[in-house]
Structures are given as C-alpha cells and as structure tokens.
C-alpha cells in the first residue's frame, strides 16, 4: 500500500527562526503532493501543491521540495510566527483522492 | 463564496438516536467528501461523491448512511452508532473528481464534533 509519514508529532522553534517538516512516502512517487495547515477542531486548510517534476514550489513565507531520490517532502516556514502554530499535513495523490500523514505539530514560542 | 458550511458543530447523541450531518457549498464543485478524523490521527476518506453520484465508499459500516440531494448539498445520515464512531466528521470538496493522480486541491468545513454515548 502507498503510505505517507510524517515521523515528528512536534516540533518547537522559537520566533524569527525557520521551521522545517518531514514528509516521506513509500513506493512510487505520487504524481503530487500536498500540504495542509489545521487548527484544533477546524478542519484543514490547503495550502501548497507540488508536482513530482517540480523541485521546488514558493508561496510568500512558506516553502515546499519535492526530492524523488529521497522520497521526501520538506516543508519550510521561514520568519516563523505565533500565528503559524498548528498541525501541518501533508497529502499524496491516488486515484480520486488524498491520503494523509498523521500530521507534525508546530509550535512557534515568541 | 469559498466556504463549505456544516452543521451542526456540535452533536451529542445516544446509540440508539438516528441524526443527520449537513454539508453545503456554493462554489460549483462538483466533487464532495467524508472524512472521519479521530484526535491526532489524519482524516480517513469515508465517501466520495462524483457529479451527485456516489463514486467511492470505504467499507464505511451501514450505520453511516450518505447522501447528495444535489450538487451543493451532502448529508452524513446515523443510526445506530458505537462509542468508538466518536469523532469530527469533515465535509470537503474540490472543483471536479479526480481523473487518476489528483491535482485538486479540497476545501474543508469546520467538521461535526460528534460523541456517541
């Protein structure tokens, strides 16, 4: 089966600092994938795509890689604020869906 | 509009209750989805509805009952829940179903907190 991991549950910066999270998968490389931001009892919220051919995708602070060799995703944010603390979850591509990671918990301290 | 609404936030309801979950969105999607989130686990796809039809079920029990009356409109209808069926049900949905390897990305709601006691 196609599995995605994200192997920290947490992850504590402090403020100014950038924050980096872990994505792996197993097996082929998904056509793409996607990461999430959720917030306690909300539901997630999307908030970048990448495709296997692409090595890399920018959105203001935040920024996504894709490394095939590694069978990995790296998920940055950088100037990282109070704000940004939440779960971030990523999503590999199947048919007609999404599988997700269990999460990586990020909190930023001022 | 980019919202997809549900209600209610909140239910409480016993084994033996029959309730229903809404899900609403005007942004002309065409896709709507099920997922179950258990607390710090992912969200499970439960169904996936294609053009108001139902397109992906997974193994859900039969106490979970869905449904499309149209294209903004999906409903979660329950009977006869356990316990463990506790959990926040999140509605989604994305433009058009995904045709093999999905690019779509999906607009969530807010989800149901639902307890069963």
């Known amino acids: 089966s196609q599995k995605i991991e994200q192997n920290s549950e947490a992850l504590n910066i402090q403020e100014g600092k950038t924050a980096t999270l872990t994505c792996n998968y197993t097996?082929?490389?998904?056509?793409?994938l996607q990461w999430y931001r959720q917030d306690p009892g909300r539901g997630p919220v999307f908030l970048l795509l990448i495709r296997e051919n692409e090595k890399e995708k920018r959105k203001e602070r935040l920024k996504v890689t894709f490394d095939t060799t590694l069978k990995q995703s790296l998920f940055h944010i950088t100037a990282s604020q109070p704000a940004d603390s939440a779960t971030y979850l990523c999503?590999?591509?199947?048919?007609?869906?999404?599988?997700f990671g269990k999460g990586t918990m990020l909190l930023v301290s001022p | 509009d980019t919202e997809v609404t549900q209600t209610p936030k909140h239910l409480v309801m016993g084994m033996t209750n029959k309730k229903s979950l809404k899900c609403e969105q005007h942004?002309?999607?065409?896709?709507m989805y099920w997922y179950k989130q258990k607390a710090k686990k992912p969200p499970e796809l439960m169904f996936v509805?294609?053009?108001?039809?139902?397109?992906i079920n997974e193994s859900v029990p039969s106490r979970f009952s869905p449904e499309c009356p149209n294209s903004s409109l999906l409903n979660l209808h329950l009977h006869a829940l356990q316990p463990e069926d506790s959990a926040l049900y999140l509605c989604?949905?994305?433009?058009?179903?995904?045709?093999?390897?999905?690019?779509?990305?999906?607009?969530f709601g807010s989800g149901t907190q639902l307890s069963v006691l």
């Open positions: 942004m002309g999607h065409r896709a």
């Open positions: 509805y294609s053009y108001e039809k139902l397109s």
């Open positions: 999503a590999r591509s199947g048919y007609s869906t999404l599988t």
């Open positions: 097996n082929y490389s998904p056509a793409y």
């Open positions: 989604a949905s994305s433009q058009v179903p995904g045709q093999g390897a999905t690019n779509e990305k999906l607009f």
